[in-house]
Structure formats: structure tokens, C-alpha cells
């Protein structure tokens, strides 16, 4: 029997322009870094179903809290003009055909329009609600979070991942359970059949997620959302940006730095040694030049 493997498209979506300090440890100061919001569409053929991983930045951005809208500005270039709205109509895909969005961390330029997926279930990191509340304290408070941003009756946030748990089916509609597969300690096997992992990545901001899809016999696709902003940092030629903060604490733009570490070694050990023996791509949400490269295989096109 031959498998049909899921497939991933990279979705044409919006793009900003942050400081590059925020990024990377070595950049010069006022230099900014243009770079894609990259969202992807995942098909199951088993199951039929069809999974966004992220949903980019928001086309009508006016509609975001008026604060947000002025740090906007400080991120031009900046477009919305492609949303993943508008990049699955390049392929007849409709958001109504969206069963899934998997929402890697609540940051604006990742949550995009959630009502444009009327049908969808909603998959978020343990504590997005309470961080969305704005009830995780205050070196997690963000001014601009949108309380009802995910659809509470159709969002399902997943469980802490304490290791004594590990095998314990949460879910029982769909039979997920946090499961480790070596070299990453959680991660959730979205349709019990070794093709499409959800999984917990912690450093960035609580709850933060990626995925990781099986898309032939000899490959893996690891979609690492902001675990790394740069490939930079990821081949270890310089180190997360830091900067310091009014108690004279060491911050960067990963919440829980050692955590941000750890999730980053596993990413690398993944690309070095592959998943038992099968080779894995990894792909940045933010990487500009993989995104140039790749332009051939964006939605209706797959990896
Ligand atoms: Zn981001």
C-alpha cells in the first residue's frame, strides 16, 4: 500500500520591516530587516483535511488596537496586502474549506483574521487564553492582545506537557495525547498516523507551537514559526539580539531565553541527524531568503 503523504504550500502573505537588533546580536544599530510573515497551508489527504499553520498578518489593520497601530509605523516597510485569505484564493481554496488553524503564538504579525475561518477548530499553545487576558503577569503584559481574538467555542488550548502526563489522551474526539519523539520531548500526532505533528516549542512566548509533517518517505518538513527569526542564528554565526530592560534585566525577543535555547538545539539536531534517518527541512516563518528560493512552490504549488 503507498502512502499519500500530506503536503505543505508556503501561503503569499504580508511582510514587515523590525529593527534588526531585535533579531540578531551583531546587527548595526537603525538597520531594519525586511522580512516575510510566512504562513502554510497543510493537506491531509487521508483524513481530507486542510490545516493553516499560522495566519500572517492582518489585511485590515485597522481594526487592531490603536497602540498596535502606531508601533505599526515603526515597521515600515510593512504590507497586508496579501493575506492567507487572498493566498488560498490563488488556489480556489475558501477559508470556509479551513478545518484546522494552528495558531504557533498570539503575536500580531502570526493571528492575522481569525474570522475569515468560520468553520475551522482552533489550535492553540497551553496558557494562550490566560496571555490573551492579559492574566499571566506583568512581564508577559502586551497592551495590545485581543481578549476574544480565538473563537472560544471552537478553540481547543492544549494541556500543560509535564512528562508524568505524557501518554494521558486529553482529547478524546480526536485521540491526542503529548507523546515525545526523540530528538523533541512533546509533541501531539494530529491524525494518529505519523504524518502530521503538533509541537510544543517553548522560548519565544508561552504556549508557543511548531509542526513538523511528513511529506514523502525520505522527507520532514519542521515549521518552526519565531522558535528562530533567523538562519543567522540558527547556523550559530551570531546570537539571539538582547537588550536591557528598566530593572537592568538581559532581554531578547524569546520570553524564557534558556527555554529558546533548548527548543533551538533540538531544531539544529533535527536538521543535522533528521528523524530517524529521514532528512528535515526547516523553515523559518521569517526567513526572506528561503522564501525567494522557494517562490516556485508557494500556494496552489507544494514543497
Ligand atoms: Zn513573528
Redesign the pocket.
Given at each position: 500500500m503507498t502512502i499519500a503523504y500530506p503536503t505543505v504550500s508556503p501561503l503569499k502573505c504580508g511582510y514587515l520591516s523590525p529593527p534588526a537588533s531585535k533579531f540578531l546580536a551583531d546587527a548595526p544599530d537603525g538597520e531594519k530587516l525586511t522580512m516575510p510573515?510566512m504562513a502554510f497551508l497543510i493537506q491531509h489527504p487521508a483524513s481530507k483535511s486542510k490545516i493553516v499553520f499560522d495566519l500572517s498578518i492582518r489585511k485590515d489593520l485597522a481594526t487592531h488596537h490603536p497602540g498596535l497601530q502606531a508601533h505599526l509605523k515603526t515597521r515600515i516597510p510593512l504590507s497586508s496586502e496579501n493575506d492567507v485569505k487572498s493566498a488560498l484564493a490563488l488556489g480556489n481554496v475558501d477559508t470556509s474549506d479551513i478545518d484546522y488553524v494552528i495558531i504557533t503564538h498570539v503575536?500580531w504579525?502570526?493571528t492575522g483574521t481569525p474570522s475569515d475561518f468560520g468553520s475551522a477548530t482552533f489550535i492553540a499553545g497551553h496558557n494562550t487564553g490566560k496571555l490573551l487576558r492579559n492574566e499571566m503577569g506583568p512581564d508577559l503584559y502586551n497592551p495590545f492582545f485581543e481578549a476574544d481574538l480565538l473563537p472560544a467555542d471552537r478553540t481547543i488550548e492544549l494541556p500543560p506537557v509535564p512528562s508524568s502526563k505524557k501518554g494521558e489522551v486529553f482529547d478524546k474526539k480526536h485521540g491526542w495525547y503529548w507523546q515525545s519523539l526523540s530528538p523533541i520531548s512533546n509533541a501531539i500526532d494530529m491524525f494518529n498516523d505519523g504524518t502530521v505533528y503538533i509541537v510544543d516549542s517553548p522560548g519565544h512566548i508561552p504556549g508557543h507551537l511548531n509542526a513538523l509533517v511528513r511529506v514523502a518517505v525520505d522527507r520532514w518538513i519542521y515549521l518552526a514559526a519565531?522558535a528562530c527569526h533567523h538562519m543567522r542564528i540558527f547556523k550559530g554565526e551570531t546570537d539571539f539580539g538582547s537588550w536591557k530592560d528598566e530593572q537592568c534585566r538581559t532581554i531578547t525577543i524569546h520570553k524564557d531565553i534558556p527555554a529558546a535555547y533548548r527548543t533551538l538545539e533540538v531544531m539544529r539536531q533535527l536538521k543535522r541527524d533528521g528523524l530517524n534517518g529521514v532528512p528535515v527541512e526547516v523553515v523559518l516563518?521569517?526567513d526572506g531568503e528561503w522564501e525567494r528560493e522557494k517562490a516556485d512552490y508557494f500556494f496552489p504549488n507544494h514543497l
Open positions: 510573515s503575536h504579525d502570526h519565531d516563518a521569517h
